[in-house]
């Protein structure tokens, strides 16, 4: 019986090799199907972080050498600058160096079944956030109702369900954490639902992740929490000193008693900075990241923080929330690491179709190293914005095509559901080594759409390497063929054309020859074309960021 089961199997895997090589590969599955198309991990160890890091000299370092695979397992390095040390257990990668430069550094990691190694570039110099951040954000589950147990259960299962070995960083407090002005920098204390933020920061750094937080610009935040101007020198909000407020300092006013939601009368700048104590208080508490968040942004706010966070003794990522105004686009990307350039996302194809396909490409030249443009949140797994989760709306299909873009847009990738609830599809969403390969790729360059008919979209993004990650889409309604020949996209000679999300190579074909596939409607297929020579390609007009390649 076992010999037949063994034998059932290989006739199970070959069936599906041959189904997928050639010019007419499977669909990836209908809109009813929740099919887990990324393959099981090795038990090997397999590193998988990213593969270019900035820090600033004289601030503290904390990498860690994101690694799949059975524990135990050993971790060490080669080549890091001096003040820098590896903990050989976890992998994590921390002290303070001041000594510029870039450091190729050989990240080893073993357990009893072998070894992997992966070489991470460390720049240090004035760039961080080199390549888009990866994490989680409270604001599409918890909403208001964020507190610091929630967001420490999330932190958990942000280590124990595995993400936190490939590459999934940040753990994002988004609006209301807020309490009022005190403490020896007169900074924004937390409310009675998070204690002791120091400690939470603590925790999470000691997991080997990092910490973020929220504030922004007006006197007053979207949920009804201080900002970080104010009305009165002092410090003190007018709202607050009169009571109108809930137990967690949430403004109530006469037209909303019960503090749901903010009055737009108080959505103004106040005439007096706090930015400067807000920003010792994060870095004193260990904060990594910053969400600042109003509309419409303006320049002159967005710098003001920009100098209070470039003060401290600490690498604070700088992400601007709000729709970034494109008309300021080189001033976003100077000053911030990353622009929100829509609305908020929600979990429907209608605001996945609004924000991911119309529009991002014209943040392509001023996306990059160190700023990203930010088409906001993901919106897989238990999502709703408060008490009440549900499952996303989105399809399985609908799904994959989010992920795909997002990594073809070398965007920010925040989680925004609970996680500790997170079921197996959704983690095989977001644990593919090669699709968050592609989001991370070190060159940073942003997919274009290099062909539109109809609904049928071919997206293109140009990687390190010299390989291309290609996306293809159907938008429409009823399931479609899309297809491409790599002369299309300037490559000449042999190409493996290879299923990014099956991590398999399915087709090896001349830059003549055409490669289809058939797609369910809001589908795709993510694919990787890598030229037998990368002399073969030729230039492509039109594109930001093309390498120099060397073969």
Known sequence: MKRITIIMMLLTVATYVFSSVGSTPPPEGSADERIILTPPPPHEPRVNCAKVFGLRPGSECRFLVATSGDRPMTFSAKGLPKGLYINKETGLVSGRTSRRGEYAVVMTATNALGSDQRTVRFKVGDEIALTPPMGWNSWNCWGKTVSQERVMA???????????????????????????????????????????????????????????IYSTAWVITFAGHIGSTCPNADGTYPWITKGNHNDIYKLVTDDDPTGDRASWRHHYYGDYSFTDNDARQWAEWGVDYLKYDWYPNDYDHVEEMNVSLRKQKRDIVYSLSGICLYSLAPAWARLTNCFRTTGDITDSWTSLLSIGFNGQQHWTGFNGPGHWADP???????????????PTRLTPDEQYTHISLWALLAAPMLIGCDI??????TLSLLCNREVNDIDQDPLGVQAYPVKVDGDRQTWVKQLEDGSLAVGLFNLGEDSTTVGFAPKDFGILGEVTVRDVWRQQDVAAIKHTERFECR?????????????????????????????????
């Open 420 to 425: 500790a609830q997170m079921d197996d599809f």
């Open 519 to 551: 797609l369910p409607k809001h589908g795709c297929r993510l694919l990787l074309l890598r030229p037998k020579d990368c002399k073969s390609y030729i230039n492509y007009p039109g594109q930001k960021g093309w390498p120099n390649h060397k073969g």
């Open 154 to 212: 999330s932190t958990r299962a942000m280590r124990d369900k595995g993400l936190i070995n490939y590459g999934w960083t940040y753990i994002n407090i988004d609006d209301g954490w807020q309490g009022i002005r005190g403490g020896r920098h007169n900074a924004i204390q937390p409310n009675k639902k998070f204690p002791d933020i120091k400690g939470l920061a603590d925790s999470i750094h000691d997991m080997g992740l990092k910490m973020g």
């Open 376 to 390: 906001d949140m993901l919106i897989v797994g238990m999502v709703g914005w408060g008490d009440k989760l549900h």
